[in-house]
């Protein structure tokens, strides 16, 4: 059809050629890889569906923690088959380093006033669940309908503070790890896994 592009045009020709010095780079820096895509993508279906079955009939508002959590929350969204609305907040805890502070910012609020909604919180990762605490107590501040949270990884033994996660993915060692949506000095978010780094990938930064 005429104004219509044939999908193999559409193709960056040196799409696979360009890859190959990322994937050896990944292969000196990256060490083990703790959940692989197709698990990560059967686990949020798995919890799309329990929310779907949960929130049947009411408006769900998901709030994102930024930066980390835009990539779950982009594919939990699909998974999830109920009218829903999106916000973001940016907190900031961690800066380059890979321990946490403890110390918790709003960069960014949210855009619409949640008194009333159900609110879904999506994590990325639950550390020491400083964060999540500090925001779940500002969020219920604003009179929500409800307040829930969906974290998809959780770091085993280290919390902090006692947390209610309803909507829990992969509990995984205590280690510092990379990949969807998580970084290390603002690199690897776009891993579609989630892995360890060997200590070579700290030290060139
Ligand atoms: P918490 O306050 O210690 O629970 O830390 C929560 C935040 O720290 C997460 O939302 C992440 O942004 C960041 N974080 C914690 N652990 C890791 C990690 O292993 N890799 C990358 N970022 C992490």
Avoid: W
């Avoid at 961690?94 to 619409?112: C, E, M, N, P, Q």
């Avoid at 639950?126 to 998809?152: F, H, I, M, Q």
């Avoid at 360890?196 to 930064?205: F, G, K, M, N, V």
């Amino acid at each position: 059809m005429e104004g219509r592009v044939a999908l193999s045009e559409r193709i960056e020709p040196s799409a696979d050629r360009m890859a190959e010095p990322f994937a050896e780079e990944l292969d000196r820096e990256i060490d083990q890889v703790l959940v692989t895509e197709d698990e990560i993508q059967d686990m949020l279906r798995k919890l799309g569906r329990d929310i779907s079955n949960d929130y049947a009939g009411k408006d769900v508002l998901l709030v994102g923690v930024l930066k980390g959590a835009f990539i779950v929350m982009a594919d939990l969204a699909r998974y999830v088959h109920l009218p829903i609305e999106f916000d973001f907040m940016a907190v900031a805890s961690y800066g380059a380093a890979t321990r946490t502070s403890g110390v918790v910012r709003i960069l960014k609020d949210l855009d619409h006033d949640i008194e009333g909604r159900h609110v879904l919180v999506v994590e990325d990762i639950v550390d020491s669940g400083l964060t999540l605490s500090y925001l779940l107590k500002n969020l219920r501040g604003r009179r929500p309908a409800s307040l829930e949270v969906c974290a998809l990884l959780q770091k085993a033994g280290i919390q902090r503070v006692p947390l209610d996660i309803r909507y829990k993915g992969f509990e995984i060692p205590p280690n510092f790890v990379v990949g969807y949506g998580l970084d290390f000095a603002e690199r690897y978010r776009n891993l579609p896994y989630i892995a360890t780094l060997r200590p070579e990938a700290y030290q060139d930064l």
